[in-house]
């Protein structure tokens, strides 16, 4: 069992920056692959970025690539996303994501979920 705790969300304006955090429960952190997905009010949750358990792999969404960035601190059992020059669409409830399936853009392969955090761009 694996439990996901996420931190960092908040209002911001265009063009800045936030720096999610997702605290995980269990000994095992370093064995999922870990995910960030979102959701837009009345919209699909979709993907956001994703590392493997090793952080060999890592891919983003296209929406997102060149603007934020995955990262992962087994030590902490924490995983991170750097997200800069932040535009009003990105704007969505962040959630964090552990699979043990390997990283994936596929929400149904991730095992456990956190309860999300509130990112809200100003135009």
């Known amino acids: 069992q694996v439990q996901l705790v996420e931190s960092g969300g908040g209002l911001v304006q265009a063009g800045g920056s936030l720096r999610l955090s997702c605290a995980a429960s269990?000994?095992?952190?370093?064995?999922?692959?870990m995910g960030w997905f979102r959701q837009a009010p009345g919209k699909e949750r979709e993907f956001v970025a994703t590392l493997s358990g090793s952080g060999s792999r890592i891919y983003y969404a296209d929406s997102v690539k060149g603007r934020f960035t995955i990262s992962r601190d087994d030590a902490k059992n924490t995983v991170h996303l750097q997200m800069n020059s932040l535009k009003p669409e990105d704007t969505a409830v962040y959630y964090c994501?552990?699979?043990?399936?390997?990283?994936?853009?596929?929400?149904?392969?991730?095992?456990?979920w956190g309860q999300g955090t509130q990112v809200t761009v100003s135009s």
């Open positions: 994501a552990a699979s043990s399936r390997g990283s994936s853009s596929v929400k149904n392969l991730y095992d456990y």
């Open positions: 269990g000994r095992t952190f370093s064995s999922y692959a």
